[in-house]
Structure formats: C-alpha cells, structure tokens
C-alpha cells in the first residue's frame, strides 16, 4: 500500500511540472516559428566610382651627392662642401627652407672582389639625399639643372601632386554617387520591381600621389642652353563607392 502511494505522488509530481513547462516552451517556439516565416527584402548591392582629372600644381624631387674617397672622413667631408653647393644653389633657385628635407644619409665601406681572393677594402662611399618641394611647376626643370651645376650626381625620381585634394575628391564622390543612382534604376527597371531607399553607402580610394617617376641626371645638363624640359600632364582623382539598396516587392 506505502509501496503504491508513493508511485501515486510521484507520477502527480511529474504531471504538474509537465503542466507548468508546456506553456513555457510553446511561448517559445511561438516567436521562432515568426522568425522562420520573416524573409529579408530583396536587395541590390552595386557598387559605382567617380573620377576626376586635373592638372598637379605642386612636384616633388629626391635627388643627392654621392662621393667616395680612401677614408669614412674624407668621403664624408667631400659630400658635406659638395652638398653646401647644392643647398645655396636652391636658395638661388627661390627654393624655400621649408621645402627642403634630407631623406637620406648613408656611409658604406666599399670592397673590391676577386675570385679566389679575400674583399679588399677600395674606400668609403658617402651618400646624402634630400627630397625638395617646388610649387611653382615653371622652375622645376630650371631647379634639376641648377643641383646638378652644383654637384648632384643622382637624381631618384620626381613626382606631381595637388597642394589641396579635397575639391576634386567631392567632385568625384558626386560623379560616383550619380553612377550608382543610375546604376540601380536600371537594375530595378530590368528586374520590373520599384527601387525603394538606400541602405548603407561605403567609400574607398580618394588622391593619393603619384610614386616618383625616374628622372635621369646627366652632367651636361647644366651645359645646355635651355632648361631641362619637364611634362607635368594630369593627375586622377578616383571616388569608389559601394551601396546597398532595397528592393519593392
């Protein structure tokens, strides 16, 4: 009798947590049988670019003074007298102080090698670099041929670029975002479905200079009559964009 009042109350016990947990688990499969039934609205996702060209207003030279001689310190007080040239042929050139920097200044044992035979030290090689802004793009071949007169053997390369980006780069986000409106009509009017509001709109590129070109120094530069021609050509201002658009149904 003990024996089967007690399987009594515990099939009670379980029976009533039975009942207070169903509600509480069909509550839940309530909101996740909605969750099923919601689809995403369709979408377009494009993307578009804009450009713009215009002329540079500003160059960007990195030449320097190379010398060797049989001592670290010999080497290194020719380059000096050779680069106080250069640095007053500038000043000649109405190159600001500003607008001079040295990029680069470097002192290296240099070795003569044989086969079969150990590297016989030839000297010291003294290096010193500097990269000049001239914003004025008539001195720039007249600024090249004045270094050069003064000592510079090395030219690197010479670059263009714009002093401020920031109204070409607005003109190509306007020319980008009228590519990508354009682009998603004509998507909508394909799929026959009305196009609905922009979702998101993300931007990538913009100006950015261009790498130095190679620029070739010659000593008979400065024994020329005239300057040493210089094309400055365009510069692209590129915008990308990427938008997300949502679709009628």
Not at 92 to 98: F, K, L, N, S, T
């Amino acid at each position: 009798m003990t024996r089967s009042f007690h399987s009594l109350s515990l099939g009670a016990v379980l029976l009533a947590a039975s009942a207070l947990t169903a509600p509480a688990a069909l509550a839940q499969e309530a909101p996740m049988a909605g969750m099923h039934m919601m689809q995403a609205p369709p979408s377009l996702n494009l993307s578009a670019h804009g450009e713009v060209r215009m002329a540079p207003d500003m160059a960007t030279i990195t030449f320097g003074v190379v010398t060797e001689a049989p001592t670290a310190a010999e080497a290194m007080r020719s380059n000096a007298a050779r680069m106080n040239e250069v640095m007053a042929a500038l000043r000649r050139a109405g190159i600001a102080e500003r607008d001079v920097q040295t990029s680069g200044l470097n002192l290296s044992a240099q070795y003569d090698y044989v086969q079969n035979e150990p590297p016989r030290l030839r000297g010291y090689q003294a290096n010193n670099r500097v990269t000049v802004t001239i914003n004025d793009l008539s001195r720039v071949g007249t600024t090249a041929d004045a270094v050069v007169a003064a000592g510079v053997n090395q030219i690197d390369g010479i670059s263009f670029g714009l002093k401020d980006s920031s109204a070409a780069e607005d003109r190509a986000r306007q020319l980008a975002v009228r590519n990508l409106q354009a682009k998603a009509a004509l998507y909508a009017q394909a799929l026959g479905v009305p196009l609905a509001g922009i979702r998101s709109l993300t931007e990538s590129g913009g100006y950015s200079p261009r790498p130095p070109q190679p620029m070739y120094a010659r000593a008979e530069m400065a024994m020329d009559s005239g300057s040493t021609p210089v094309a400055v050509g365009e510069l692209t201002v590129r915008i990308d964009i990427t938008g997300v658009y949502d679709l009628g149904r």
